[in-house]
C-alpha cells in the first residue's frame, strides 16, 4: 500500500473515531447537562435526582415502626452480665452489636480499638483490696466498710461485679485522727470552711457527698488543699428524697443505703489519660509512667461509699454543728469534724486501685446515603458500663438497637434509602472519660469536620417518665421541636397533652416561655468531643423525671450495683413507652438530618444563644470588667452583626432554587461549617484541648457548662486575687479572640457569591 494510501485510510479511522466522540459527548449533554432557559437553571438525568426532596411518607413508617417490646427485649438481653470497659464482656457487646447490624440490613459494619489508660480495684486478694477502717486506740478495728454493695434481688447474684470505685484514684494507704466534712465539695464549700472555721484540712482525710459537681473536681480540690484522702458518699438527700423515701430498692427506684456510686476522678481534658490530643494507635506518643505523672490524674486516695456507712463515719465525728445549708438528709447530727469524737481513734483509707493500659473497642454500622454519600448523620450511644447498666447507657443502647433495625429493615426492602449517610456509633470506655468517641474524633478530625451534619447522642434513653429533656448546641433546637411534635405523648391517660412537644413545653418552659428549656451541655457524655474538637452541632436526647419536684443531681440508683433490668421495668418505665417516645424523636431528627434537600437549622438560633451569653456576663460581671477597661458594648455589637448577617442568610434559604444542585450544596455547606467557625485553634486560657469558644465545661465543675467560657472562667474570683493583673491580661486577651471569633463566623454566613474580604 502507497503512503499516501496509508495516510488517506488514518484520516477516515481519526474521522469516524472524533464523529463517534462527538455524538457520545452530544448525547451526555443532552441527557445530565444544564442548561439556561429564560435564565433558570433546568436540571435533567443525574442532578433531577440530586435535588429531590425527602419522601414526605417515610417519616411515619420510621416511628410507627418503632416498638416497645423490643426495646425491653434489648435491655434484657444487654443487662444480663456487669460489661465494664476493657473486659472480654465489654468487647463481647461490641461484637454483637456488629453482627445485630449486619444482620437487619446495615451496609458496613466495623470495629476500631485503641489501646488506652483504665484503672481497676483489686478484686481477687481481699487483704489488698480497697477498705475504709475506724480504729479504736488501741489499734483494734471498731468498723470497716463492706468490699461489695449486698445482693437485695436475685438479678444482680452474678459474677464479675466491680466492687465500689472511683477510677484512676491514687492508690495507697493513708490515716488520720481527723476526719472532716466539706459538704459537697466544692470550690465555694472548701472556702468557706477556710473562713468562717479554723479548720485546716491539710494533712485530714475528707468527707464530701455527691451531686453539686463533677466528682473529679471534688478530689482535685482536696488535693490541691493538702488532704491526704477524700471519701465521697450518695447522701438521702440528694438520692433518696430527702431522706424520706420508703420505697428504695428492690422495691422502688430511690438509693438504698447500700447503694454505692461508681465513677471516674479523671479531670482536666477528655480521652485516653496518655495521649492528649491525639488518638491512642499503635504509633501514638505516649506520657511516661501510666499517667502518674501527669498533672491531670489524682495524687490522693479517693473511695466511693453508700450513705449507710457515711452515716456510721459521721456518728464517730466530733466539732460545731454544720449551718443548714450544709445538713444532708440522714437522721444525724452533722458536724464540721476534726479529731474523731474518741481519744486516739483513726481512720484509715486503704486503696489499690491501678492503671493499666488495655484495649477498647468502638463499632460503627453504616446505612450509606444515596445522593450524599459523604455527609454523615451520626449516631450514637457508649456500651460500657460500671456494672449492669441498666439506664446508662443501655437503655440507650437498646433504643438503638430497635431504631437501627427499623431503618436497616427499610433499606433491605428497598422502601427507602436516606439521603445522607447515616452512622450508628457504639462507644467503648465512655464512663472513664469519654475515651471511645475522643479518640475516634482525634483520629478523623479532619474527615469528620468537612463532612458531618451532626452528632445525636442517646445516653441514656429514659431516666424517668415525666417528659423529654434536651441537651443541644442552638442549631439543633428547631429540628428536635419539629420531631417532638410528630411524636404522641406517652402518657396515654393524661389528655392535657397531645403530643411529646406539649408535655415538654409544659414541663420545662425557657424563661419567656417561647419554647422548651435545652439544658446545657458541660462534659456529660459522648457528644463532647465532636463540639469541643470537630465544632460538629450535637444533640443529647432523653426522658427524664419531674425536676421541678424532685431535686435530685440524677437519677438516684445512678452507677450502683442496683442500676438493673428490674428497676427500669418495674419502677421506671412500665411498658417501655417513654424509651419508645425517646427512640421515635431520636430517630426523626436523624431522618431529617438525613433525608431533607435543605438541612432544616435556623441559624438565627444562634443569635440568640450568643446575646444571652453576653447578658449574663453583663449581669455578673459588668462593671467589673469595665471598671479594668472591657466594653462589653462591643461584644454586642459583634453579635448584631451576626444576628444580622443570620437573619439575611435565613431569608436567603427561604427563596433559593431548589432546582439548582449546586445552590443547595453550597446553602447546606454554610449550614454545616457555620457550627465550626467557633472553634478557635489555640483552645481556651489554659486549656488547649477545649477549642469551642462558646460551649465548654466549667473549669471547676466538668458537669457544668457556660456560654463563653474563657471569660467566665476567667473572671472567677479574679477580684483580689494574688496574680490579679496577670490574669486581667488573660481576660482581656481571650475578650478579643470571642469578638474576632464571632465576626469570622458571621462571614461564614454571607452571600457566597457576593462575598469580599473585608
Excluded at 439506664?391 to 438497637?401: C, E, F, L, R, Y
Excluded at 456509633?425 to 475516634?440: D, M, N, Q
Excluded at 457548662?705 to 474563657?710: R, V
Aim: proline letters at 5%; glycine letters at 8%; hydrophobic letters at 35%.
Amino acid at each position: 500500500m502507497s503512503p499516501r494510501s496509508q495516510n488517506r485510510r488514518k484520516f477516515l479511522l481519526l474521522a469516524v473515531v472524533a464523529a463517534i466522540v462527538g455524538l457520545v459527548i452530544g448525547l451526555l449533554i443532552g441527557r445530565f447537562g444544564i442548561r439556561s432557559d429564560n435564565d433558570d437553571y433546568k436540571i435533567t438525568g443525574i442532578s433531577e435526582t440530586f435535588v429531590q426532596d425527602a419522601d414526605p411518607y417515610i417519616s411515619a413508617e420510621i416511628m410507627d415502626n418503632i416498638n416497645s417490646e423490643n426495646i425491653r427485649q434489648y435491655l434484657r438481653e444487654l443487662t444480663e452480665h456487669p460489661h465494664l470497659a476493657g473486659t472480654d464482656a465489654d468487647y463481647k457487646q461490641a461484637k454483637d452489636l456488629q453482627e445485630f447490624w449486619r444482620s437487619v440490613g446495615l451496609d458496613e459494619t466495623f470495629i476500631t480499638p485503641y489501646d488506652v489508660l483504665l484503672s481497676y480495684p483489686e478484686t481477687k486478694d481481699e487483704s489488698k483490696m480497697n477498705r475504709i477502717f475506724v480504729y479504736d486506740s488501741a489499734g483494734q478495728v471498731v468498723w470497716k466498710s463492706a468490699l461489695y454493695e449486698p445482693i437485695l434481688d436475685p438479678s444482680e447474684n452474678k459474677s464479675n461485679v466491680v466492687p465500689p470505685f472511683n477510677a484512676y484514684s491514687a492508690s495507697g494507704d493513708v490515716s488520720s485522727t481527723d476526719l472532716v466534712y466539706v459538704n459537697y465539695g466544692r470550690v465555694e464549700d472548701f472556702r468557706w470552711l477556710a473562713q468562717n472555721t479554723d479548720i485546716n484540712i491539710t494533712g485530714k482525710i475528707v468527707l464530701a457527698r455527691y451531686g453539686k459537681n463533677f466528682r473529679g473536681d471534688k478530689a482535685y480540690q482536696a488535693e490541691i488543699l493538702g488532704a491526704k484522702g477524700i471519701i465521697l458518699y450518695s447522701d438521702p438527700e440528694d438520692y433518696a428524697n430527702n431522706g424520706e423515701a420508703t420505697q428504695v430498692y428492690p422495691h422502688g427506684w430511690f438509693l438504698p443505703e447500700s447503694g454505692t456510686q461508681r465513677g471516674t476522678i479523671f479531670r482536666g481534658y477528655i480521652g485516653d489519660p496518655l495521649t492528649p490530643g491525639y488518638p491512642a494507635t499503635e504509633t501514638a506518643y505516649r506520657l511516661k509512667g501510666n499517667g502518674t505523672n501527669s498533672v491531670v490524674l489524682p495524687k490522693i486516695p479517693c473511695h466511693p461509699i453508700g450513705y449507710g456507712a457515711a452515716k456510721i463515719l459521721l456518728s464517730y465525728m466530733s466539732g460545731d454543728q454544720v449551718p443548714a445549708s450544709w445538713r444532708g438528709g440522714l437522721n444525724i447530727t452533722y458536724r464540721f469534724g476534726g479529731p474523731l469524737k474518741q481519744s486516739g481513734w483513726k481512720i484509715r483509707m486503704r486503696i489499690s486501685t491501678k492503671n493499666t493500659r488495655k484495649k477498647m473497642h468502638n463499632v460503627f454500622g453504616v446505612i450509606r446515603g444515596s445522593i450524599e454519600p459523604d455527609r454523615y448523620v451520626l449516631l450514637g450511644n457508649h456500651l460500657d458500663a460500671w456494672v449492669f447498666g441498666a439506664i446508662d447507657p443501655s437503655s440507650g443502647t437498646a433504643v438503638m438497637k430497635e431504631v437501627s433495625r427499623v431503618m436497616g429493615n427499610l433499606v433491605q426492602q428497598k422502601k427507602w434509602r436516606p439521603r445522607r449517610t447515616i452512622i450508628f456509633c457504639g462507644w467503648g470506655a465512655e464512663e472513664f472519660k469519654l475515651i471511645g468517641s475522643t479518640e475516634w474524633v482525634e483520629q478523623y478530625i479532619k474527615n469528620l469536620g468537612s463532612r458531618s451534619v451532626a452528632y445525636l447522642n442517646l445516653d441514656i434513653a429514659s431516666e424517668g417518665n415525666y417528659s423529654m429533656r434536651l441537651r443541644a448546641t442552638p442549631l439543633m433546637r428547631s429540628v428536635t421541636y419539629a420531631a417532638a411534635k410528630k411524636v404522641p405523648n406517652p402518657e396515654e391517660t393524661d389528655t392535657r397533652f397531645k403530643t411529646v412537644y406539649d408535655k415538654w413545653m409544659y414541663a420545662f418552659p425557657n424563661a419567656d416561655k417561647s419554647r422548651p428549656r435545652d439544658f446545657r451541655l458541660g462534659l456529660l457524655s459522648d457528644y463532647a468531643s465532636f463540639i469541643q474538637r470537630a465544632g460538629i452541632p450535637v444533640a443529647d436526647f432523653r426522658y427524664t423525671y419531674n425536676r421541678n419536684e424532685l431535686k435530685l443531681p440524677s437519677y438516684p440508683l445512678y452507677h450502683s450495683k442496683y442500676e438493673t433490668f428490674k428497676a427500669v421495668d418495674e419502677f421506671m418505665d412500665r411498658g417501655f413507652k417513654c424509651h419508645r417516645a425517646s427512640g421515635q424523636v431520636w430517630a426523626e431528627v436523624a431522618r431529617n438530618l438525613a433525608d431533607s434537600l435543605i438541612i432544616p437549622f435556623q441559624v438565627e438560633d444562634y443569635a440568640k444563644t450568643l446575646k444571652d451569653g453576653v447578658d449574663n456576663l453583663e449581669n455578673e460581671f459588668g462593671l467589673l470588667m469595665k471598671k479594668n477597661g472591657i466594653e462589653l458594648e462591643l461584644l454586642y455589637k459583634a453579635i448584631s452583626v451576626f444576628a444580622a448577617d443570620a437573619a439575611d442568610f435565613q431569608e436567603r434559604a427561604k427563596h433559593v432554587d431548589k432546582k439548582n444542585p449546586f445552590a443547595i450544596r453550597s446553602l447546606n455547606d454554610q449550614l454545616t461549617l457555620m457550627e465550626r467557625a467557633f472553634i478557635d485553634p489555640e483552645g481556651l486560657p489554659g486549656r488547649p484541648l477545649a477549642r469551642n469558644i462558646v460551649f465548654a465545661d466549667s473549669s471547676t465543675n466538668a458537669y457544668a457548662d457556660a456560654i463563653f467560657p474563657g471569660l467566665i472562667d476567667g473572671m472567677f474570683e479574679i477580684e483580689g486575687s494574688a496574680d490579679e493583673e496577670r490574669r486581667w491580661e488573660i481576660v482581656k486577651k481571650h475578650f478579643s479572640v470571642v469578638i474576632h471569633t464571632i465576626d469570622s463566623a458571621a462571614s461564614t454566613l454571607r452571600d457566597v457569591s457576593a462575598f469580599m474580604p473585608l
